[in-house]
């Protein structure tokens, strides 16, 4: 399967706990994005990544969500002190520099 | 901070009746994309429009890019059952980089 892979799929997780996905984007796509998504809504951007570099993130993620893409190619997305509002599907994306493509999500559930 | 409002949030339709969904942005694009989430999906991308009044087809749908690259219309004729989702767009700004999405409009089609 050469599409976006993430992992874990789903996580239930106690508040307070820390958490992290994993995203392996397309083979030679240099941009990847992470999106949260809850029901009913449309995908609300995290941020971005060029190869190694964090371009841009989002003024809404506070200080707990940190992104990581050490060598330009999988990224990592840590939650740290879980609360119950993160519940959500958390979308990496991969793309050159049109289309995104998707993977299929790491669901977080915060109890 | 840029964003992207879509409308109507829901749309019910019979089968083989027209659809409609509007998309418009706070300020100037330089490109916007449209995509469809099915069910338990994840969003998989339709097509990308980049110049002023640029009008796009595939087969049923009709892509629309407003004079001022502020706004866009996805139409579908004669709806599918197979149409059914969630259609989104998403609009990149002029400095590039993030694609922000509207909240997407559902579509359910009665057969």
């Known amino acids: 399967d050469t599409g976006v892979s993430q992992n874990p799929r789903h996580k239930i997780t106690k508040r307070g706990q820390n958490v992290t996905f994993r995203c392996d984007p397309i083979?030679?796509?240099?941009?990847l994005y992470w999106y949260r998504q809850t029901l009913g809504q449309g995908p609300e951007f995290l941020t971005y990544?060029?190869?190694?570099?964090?371009?841009?993130k989002s003024r809404l993620l506070s200080d707990r969500f940190s992104a990581e893409r050490p060598k330009g190619s999988f990224s990592t997305l840590e939650i740290q002190r879980t609360e119950q509002g993160d519940s959500a599907m958390y979308l990496c994306?991969?793309?050159?520099?049109?289309?995104?493509?998707f993977g299929e999500g790491s669901r977080l559930t915060v109890l | 901070g840029q964003q992207v409002m879509q409308i109507p949030q829901y749309q019910h339709v019979q089968e083989g009746e027209d659809f409609t969904t509007y998309c418009n942005s706070s300020?100037?694009?330089?490109?916007i994309q449209w995509y469809k989430q099915r069910p338990g999906g994840h969003p998989v991308f339709l097509i990308q429009l980049v110049k002023s009044g640029e009008v796009k087809k595939q087969k049923r749908l009709t892509f629309q890019f407003g004079e001022a690259k502020k706004n866009s219309s996805l139409h579908i004729t004669a709806t599918q059952t197979t149409d059914v989702g969630t259609y989104f767009c998403a609009g990149r700004g002029n400095q590039g980089g993030k694609l922000i999405f509207g909240q997407g409009t559902e579509l359910s089609v009665k057969p």
């Open positions: 990544f060029q190869n190694e570099a964090q371009l841009e």
């Open positions: 994306a991969s793309s050159t520099h049109g289309e995104l493509f």
């Open positions: 083979s030679e796509h240099n941009r």
């Open positions: 300020t100037t694009l330089s490109n």
